[in-house]
């Protein structure tokens, strides 16, 4: 019987069987990436930083907005 619950299946989720695996790793990696918590660099507060754009960032604590990177707020 539907329990209403549905399966973890991952990044699997949404590629399926296509495209292989380390594809499908890398992709994971930079899902991972883009949604950890980073330190502000304006507020010095770790939070998870809000993606405006490609490259643009805002910090949800200040509220400020800066660059970055493409899928991580601060490169190196």
Do not use: H, N
Not at 42 to 50: A, D, N, P, S, T
């Amino acid at each position: 019987m539907f329990t209403g619950r549905t399966k973890v299946v991952g990044i699997a989720g949404r590629f399926g069987p296509r495209y292989g695996s380390s594809l499908r790793a890398k992709w994971k990696d930079v899902v991972v990436r883009r949604y950890q918590a980073y330190e502000c660099p304006l507020c010095g507060f770790k939070v998870r930083m809000e993606r405006i754009s490609t490259g643009i960032w805002r910090c949800p604590k200040c509220s400020r907005i800066y660059a970055g990177g493409a899928y991580q707020p601060l490169t190196t």
